[in-house]
């Protein structure tokens, strides 16, 4: 009811429903026709089959925060790095099928890995490659690992409140708002924000979740695409992790802090970074990992003779 009034989105996301289940047109003609915000993340939930309508056919959407961390958290990992003094620093990363682990630049770049390690996982993952954006301002990377959560897809079970099984997911479904796109009608919808914050008298770093509000979507002169400005209060650690819309998408990447000279790191204003440059660095180094690929492809234009199969 944000995002154009409710009756508006009940509307479209039947639509998109009807379009999906009778296979008429393809993507693209659906990406055209619903290009606001909330229908998109709605035609993505539909399509992976994240969210608890499509996971368990009730009427419960979109998924409540809690039930969001439930299903997400254990795709999110801490990423170690060593700086030239020898210090070491936490960042976080998340997964995004196939072994691909989506973080910020900064978290990784001229810093040697030290370990990445998930959520719930007990092994520790090893780092084959890591490509960036050829935009040197653009805060991303991309890790090639060895993570999989396939043992816990198949072998656990978590059961709710109400006796039935809880939905699980191996990764975390990629948004498709481009650029062009994004006007002001994500502002003040909530986001879940995960990460690995460092906290004072912790005995080992713990994952931190915020419910975040949209304070605003800016462009900046320092570096290219839109950011969100986040409510939640901005800490080192967070760096990497994902922004997931209460819609049931990747709404971005965390970047940084947004602060004046000589202001500490938590009075700045938290920001991630949008979509669009992620699914163009995926795209540019033919990485289209699992059920995310399709989205991939759909919006850049990608077939399936410029993927190579994921290692």
């Known amino acids: 009811d944000r995002i154009g009034g409710a009756e508006n989105a009940a509307r479209e996301i039947g639509e998109i429903r009807a379009a999906l289940a009778q296979e008429e047109g393809g993507w693209s003609e659906l990406f055209s026709a619903y290009r606001r915000p909330l229908a998109i993340g709605a035609l993505l939930a539909v399509a992976e089959g994240n969210l608890m309508t499509e996971r368990e056919g009730t009427e419960s959407w979109p998924p409540t925060m809690p039930e969001m961390f439930q299903l997400y958290k254990q795709c999110v990992v801490r990423i170690t790095t060593k700086n030239e003094h020898g ?26 890995i030290v370990e990445i390690v ?9 780092c084959r490659g890591i490509v ?16 999989s959560l396939e043992r816990f897809i198949k072998l656990t079970t978590t059961m709710r409140d109400d006796g039935r099984e809880a939905p699980k997911t191996d990764h975390i479904p990629l948004g498709g708002h481009l650029d062009d796109w994004l006007g002001d009608e994500l502002v ?27 304070n605003a979507i800016i462009d900046r002169y320092i570096a290219p695409h839109p950011h969100f400005i986040l409510s939640h209060l901005a800490r ?15 709404l971005g990447v965390t970047t940084e802090s947004l602060l004046g000279a000589e202001h500490v790191l938590e009075t700045g204003f938290a920001a991630a970074i949008s979509i669009e440059p992620l699914l163009v660095l995926l795209h540019d180094n033919r990485i289209y990992p699992g059920e995310n ?7 850049l234009s990608a077939t399936d003779d410029d993927a190579e199969p994921a290692k």
């Open 293 to 299: 690929g399709r989205i991939i492809r759909e919006l």
């Open 87 to 112: 210090d070491l620093a936490n960042g976080s990363g998340f997964h995004i099928g196939d072994g691909y682990i989506v973080t910020a630049r900064h978290v990784v770049e001229n810093r040697p």
């Open 118 to 126: 998930g959520e719930g996982y007990p092994t520790e993952v090893t």
């Open 188 to 214: 003040l919808s909530k986001a879940l924000v995960m990460g690995f914050p460092p906290v004072p008298t912790s005995i080992a770093p713990f994952l931190v979740a915020c419910e975040a509000e949209v």
């Open 132 to 147: 960036y954006p050829k935009d040197p301002r653009i805060d991303l990377a991309v890790l090639q690992t060895d993570f």
């Open 236 to 250: 080192g650690g967070f760096s990497g992790g994902p922004v997931i819309s209460e819609y049931g998408f990747l």
